[in-house]
């Protein structure tokens, strides 16, 4: 009888998620060749992560709203006709060759309508209809002094202050008593029932809920689709950093910048709990899936936004914390550091156990990263948007070819985007995958 959970280390503990990723339960490949292709590319990706040397170097795409352009649609096209998004991710996996391959990206746009979702526009909802991109609306969704309101039950707050003024249809919750205490709850609940204002949200919800399923079953056809054409998928989980949570999401960028000097102290103590919260909703999410990796998109911990002693004391200690405990559960957390990391910050992150992590580069000096953290973690990146939109499929090659010159010895790199793309040209996204084919063999 082999180990239980608690007795393995988080080493052992990656490799049985490892197991499940090479042979996902349940799943029925449609010929010995797919699932044959299916477990190269699953272990030429476990082999960078563990910074051992694969076959060659292996290739992910995050191709974003590029998916829609490619099959000849808008980005408003996928996000209001559903019927679009298969034949458009189709077209996407038939056409370029990587490692890994998630369901496509896009939100259902009517849900977002129904619900009034207040934290994006969207071509169609706030921006043109020939916009590329959504756009994220920054604002204040906590104020300066609800940290002691957050801290106290983040819950209660996440209930009664950041829904409602994050999603329209859910003003009455501003309206409603704590539930801390359970003393005379399901009288208050049938009162809610009878409101008018809740009769008209429930309502919406459920409107909402149909439109969702329709979006759901498209978007489980689509993971179905790359799992029968034998691409794993990479996203098990996502969460952030606790302070781009604060950030990002709830005091925005002069919030949180202000919250440094004014009150530092109760952003240290709401970042604790973050910490904790979001490590067990990432690993839930881990659980549920069949890939062992935690995506976590990273913001203001970027050198344009904070010093290095700021990074060090609001952005890393509880960061680390969180990457640990994730860690820990067997899990690998793959970062994506938008803007760039100077020579500072890379040897701050580099402390991390060896081989635990993944950090994909923007625009950060790839050299600069591999000579730092190529001893500690395997790194990704950076074949950025500007050069996909702006190059040639020439100038891309010959770009590839330094990346990988420069960070594929030794192992522990795979070639990646810098950020997501929209319009660009199809012939230099194909030039990525080529070059990575061409070049990235180890011999």
């Known amino acids: 009888m082999g180990k239980q959970w608690p007795e393995m280390t988080w080493q052992e503990r990656r490799e049985e998620r490892f197991k499940k990723w ?62 679009k998004i298969k034949p458009s ?59 002691d309101v957050f801290v106290k039950d983040p819950f209660d707050f996440g209930l009664r202050y950041f829904t409602p003024r994050t999603w ?122 069949r890939s062992p990796v935690v995506f976590v998109p990273m913001h203001k911990g970027a050198d344009a936004f904070m010093s290095v002693k700021q990074f060090e004391k609001f952005y890393w200690p509880t960061f680390r914390k969180l990457l640990m405990g994730v860690i820990n559960e067997g899990c690998v957390p793959m970062m994506v550091i938008d803007g760039s990391y100077n020579e500072a910050r890379l040897k701050i992150i580099s402390e991390l156990p060896r081989s635990s992590v993944v950090w994909t580069m923007e625009k950060t000096d790839m050299a600069l990263a591999k000579k730092i953290l190529g001893n500690s973690a395997c790194i990704a990146g950076n074949v950025t948007a500007a050069q996909l939109y702006t190059q040639t499929p020439e100038a891309i090659k010959k770009y590839v070819r330094y990346l990988i010159d420069t960070c594929a010895p030794g192992g522990g790199y795979i070639l990646a985007l810098g950020s997501g793309i929209d319009k660009c040209n199809p012939a230099n996204l194909q030039a990525v995958v080529e070059a990575g084919k061409e070049y990235g063999v180890y011999k």
């Open 168 to 289: 329209g249809a859910f003003e009455p919750l501003a309206d409603i008593p704590s539930f801390s205490s359970y003393q005379g709850l399901p009288e208050r609940l049938m009162m809610m029932c009878q409101d008018p204002r809740f009769q008209k949200l429930f309502k919406a919800i459920w409107k909402a809920s149909q439109e969702n399923v329709k979006h759901q079953t498209v978007m489980g056809e689509c993971a179905k689709e790359s799992l029968d054409r034998g691409f794993p998928p990479l996203m098990g989980g996502i969460m952030l950093a606790p302070f781009d949570t604060v950030a990002d999401m709830l005091r925005g960028t002069h919030g949180s910048v202000m919250d440094m000097y004014r009150q530092p102290d109760k952003l240290l103590d709401t970042l604790e709990i973050i910490a904790e919260r979001s490590q067990e909703s990432a690993v839930g999410m881990a659980n549920m899936s």
């Open 22 to 83: 090479l042979a996902p339960p349940g799943v029925k490949f449609p010929g010995v060749a797919i699932e044959k292709k299916y477990k190269e590319r699953a272990t030429r990706m476990i082999k960078a992560f563990k910074m051992e040397i694969p076959d060659r170097v292996p290739i992910h795409l995050a191709a974003n709203s590029f998916v829609a352009y490619n099959a000849g649609y808008t980005l408003k096209d996928l996000l209001y006709d559903y019927s």
């Open 89 to 147: 991710w189709i077209k996407f996996l038939e056409e370029f060759d990587q490692d890994s391959a998630d369901a496509p990206g896009f939100f259902a746009a009517r849900v977002y309508e129904i619900l009034d979702y207040k934290v994006n526009k969207w071509p169609g909802h706030g921006l043109p209809d020939s916009a590329t991109l959504h756009n994220f609306i920054e604002k204040e969704y906590m104020n300066a002094d609800e940290y």
